[in-house]
């Protein structure tokens, strides 16, 4: 079994900057994605980043210049460092891997930005 455990989450001013970590275990594909995507009330989950296992990367507009993800692939870790964070980045964000027709995802961590 795989399991995905978030950290980093909390509250933050419009401006400001924090940091997702995401640490996988269990028996994890090597050829993989790992990512983020973000639910806000009312709303569907949508992708904030993800990178391969070979490094590419792939940001919606929205994210793209202001959210960097990258990965320890000695560590199977994911993170997302978020900077100039507006109160539109509100959401819980979520960290995902997946390979073939398999996918996880993680608990969820709260991510608030005041305005």
């Known amino acids: 079994q795989v399991q995905l455990v978030e950290s980093g989450g909390g509250l933050v001013q419009a401006g400001g900057s924090l940091r997702l970590s995401c640490a996988a275990s269990g028996s994890i594909w090597r050829d993989n994605v790992m990512g983020w995507y973000r639910q806000a009330p009312g709303k569907q989950r949508d992708l904030v980043a993800e990178i391969t296992s070979g490094g590419n990367t792939v940001y919606p507009d929205s994210v793209k210049g202001r959210f960097t993800i990258s990965r320890d692939y000695a560590k199977n870790t994911v993170y997302l460092q978020m900077n100039s964070l507006k109160p539109e980045d509100t959401a819980v964000y979520y960290c995902?891997?997946?390979?073939?027709?398999?996918?996880?995802w993680g608990q969820g961590t709260q991510v608030t930005v005041s305005s």
């Open positions: 995902n891997l997946r390979w073939g027709q398999r996918g996880f």
